[in-house]
């Protein structure tokens, strides 16, 4: 009996997880749900937890130039690649604030770009140039403290992190590219977080549409560079207008884009599949992601990737934070 009963009591400890010392393998991220939203300090961004989980990230070049990207640009967000987080991060759940950027500058001292890469039109004719005295502060268009803080470069939004982490004593960094389109898309497998239809996104995002045409003026209007909608906003849009993805995070796609910490790589077969940062390759450039109000609107879906100088200073380029611990 004595030994019946033992064996009784190791199958139920077995069967409830308690004596199995290997961990659990990754399950499916859509299967699992984010956790509750919280802050390290009053004015650190908000971040959400996301789950352990697997996902293919990339999109095959026949899908890209379908949805309208110049065969020039299709293939860098190729091969599809399989990856696997096997523990959980924070996510800010919107990107960093004008607001909480003023801060670190004031508390650091820290110095950002005089001038900022941007688009106007000049004589009936588009520019896109850089403009001395267009600064985080002041990008060439309105913004309060509530807009994503723009005209930062890849250096500027790794100091902001590294300065949240002394302040914290926790573990922020800029997302890298696996983050990011895990994050973005939320355990979805469609184009968009919302689906497949791109049109939908203006209740979910700040895109190219026709508040920004009507703006700038004299520029195109059709599906190829343009939602066929109203967002409401020709430039940034205060964060967490829209509709969050089904992780709770908002402006994932839209509104800017956003650096990452990899090394730049023309395609991804050398980004790393348990989803950590990529550390070869050219590591004066990054991968910008997500898409933003200033862009052709075949620019914006779950997996696209665009190269920038990790100095280069534009009105549609922000960031937000991870926390890694």
Known sequence: MRIRKMFLMIAAALMAGTLISAPAPAQPA??????????DCENCPEMMPLPAGSFTMGIKPEAEAGRGMPASQTGKAFPLRPITFRQGFAMGMY?????????FVDESGYQAANSCYSQHTQDGHFIYEDVRGFTWRS?????????????????????YAAWLGRK???????????QYEYAARAGTTTDFFWGDVRDDGCAYSNQPDFAQAKALGNVPTGPQYRFQCD???????????????PWGLYDMLGNIWEWTADCWADDLKTTPADGSTRTTGDCDARASRGGSYGNAAFSTYAAVRAPRHATYVGHSWGFRVVRND
């Open 168 to 178: 914290t004593g926790h573990r922020y960094a800029v997302p890298n590219e696996a």
């Open 139 to 159: 990008p060439g268009f309105p913004q309060d403290d509530n807009h994503p803080v723009v005209c930062v470069n890849a250096d500027d939004a790794a100091a």
């Open 30 to 39: 859509a299967a699992q749900v984010p956790g509750k939203a919280f802050r």
């Open 231 to 245: 967002d409401g906003y020709a430039w940034t849009s205060p964060v967490g207008s829209y509709k969050p993805n």
């Open 95 to 103: 990107p960093v604030t004008v607001a909480q950027f003023r801060q």
